[in-house]
T-cell receptor
């Protein structure tokens, strides 16, 4: 099977700084990874994804890095804004299913 | 598209009562997932369907929980009888291909269930 975990349950950053949220997975057969953002009272929303044959992918203010050697991926948010405050989940696609990590709560300090 | 639609958005019931949660996936999506989210346990997959067929229900807590998908546009999650420990937010998600991208899950807004 697959299990997904995050290194830190909470993260606080100053507005304008960069944020880095980490995630580890267990099964090297996982072929696809997604980062989700969940705001209070809402369902998780897709942010960015990456296939296992890539090691980096960039979006608007977000970058995902994948290190298959150590089964680790990270989400980097540039110039963090108050609207980035949320819980962030990584998910690994394994078989026909998605396995979610426990989530990191990002708080942006003024 | 309206996205994944769930009803009701909030449900308060008494222990022992039957609870039925409903989900309408995004049109054209072949897979549907039911999740439960609590502070203690995070996001847990309960069951998922592919082409209306249950593929993996190993996450269903016990026989009090059942899920059906009678057609491609509707699914229900039923709890009978409900217990206070079932209180949680229940999410439905469907998966399909993003434009030019991979298969991705899209979540509904969730049903917040409180069992007294």
């Amino acid at each position: 099977g697959e299990s997904v975990g995050l290194h830190l349950p909470t993260l606080s950053v100053q507005e304008g700084d960069n944020s880095i949220i980490n995630c580890a997975y267990s099964n090297s057969a996982s072929d696809y990874f997604i980062w989700y953002k969940q705001e209070s009272g809402k369902g998780p929303q897709f942010i960015i994804d990456i296939r296992s044959n890539m090691d980096k992918r960039q979006g608007q203010r977000v970058t995902v890095l994948l290190n298959k050697t150590v089964k680790h991926l990270s989400l980097q948010i540039a110039a963090t804004q108050p609207g980035d405050s949320a819980v962030y989940f990584c998910a690994a696609h394994y078989g026909q299913n998605f396995v979610f990590g426990p989530g990191t709560r990002l708080s942006v300090l003024p | 598209d309206a996205g994944v639609i769930q009803s009701p958005r909030h449900e308060v019931t008494e222990m022992g009562q039957e609870v039925t949660l409903r989900c309408k996936p995004i049109s054209g999506h072949n897979s549907l997932f039911w999740y439960r989210q609590t502070m203690m346990r995070g996001l847990e997959l309960l069951i998922y369907f592919n082409n209306n067929v249950p593929i993996d229900d190993s996450g269903m807590p016990e026989d009090r929980f059942s899920a059906k998908m009678p057609n491609a546009s509707f699914s229900t999650l039923k709890i009978q009888p409900s217990e206070p420990r079932d209180s949680a937010v229940y999410f439905c998600a469907s998966s399909g291909l993003r434009t030019g991208g991979e298969e991705t899950q899209y979540f509904g807004p969730g049903t917040r269930l409180l069992v007294l």
